[in-house]
């Protein structure tokens, strides 16, 4: 997986940080491929208003499209997402993880002592 450059992740950050945006993102995690009025269907959107959110997560990288005839849709790129969890979660989770490993071994031992 490529690195996440700071200002690609400023973008995914602003991207994520709106609601609206992150049902966009999961309408399409769901449903992959759709068309601008499909992924607004139902809400209480404008059309401009979805499509201007579809162009700050095009701008993150976060939404792909492809012209099919007509239409254009939408996909879900989960690669910017992954490389967060990579840079700012994974790692927290690992030190966690580790550190509760070694208060296991550690209880353990006590155990094992008395």
């Known amino acids: 997986m490529g690195t996440l450059m700071e200002n690609d992740a400023d973008r995914v950050f602003k991207a994520l940080a709106d609601a609206n945006r992150r049902k966009l993102l999961d309408r399409l995690h769901s449903d992959n ?18 499509s201007k959110h579809l162009a700050v997560l095009e701008a993150a990288n976060l939404v792909t499209t492809v012209k099919a005839g007509r239409e254009k849709l939408h996909y879900l790129n ?37």
Do not use: F, H, S
Not at 33 to 50: D, F, H, I, S
């Open 78 to 114: 989960p690669v910017p997402i992954g490389e967060i969890y990579d840079r700012w979660i994974g790692k927290y989770e690992r030190r966690r993880v580790e550190a509760l490993n070694d208060l296991k071994k550690r209880l353990e031992d006590e155990d094992e002592q008395t």
């Open 33 to 50: 491929g759709q068309t601008l009025g499909r992924l607004g269907a139902g809400l209480k959107m404008t059309r401009q208003a979805v």
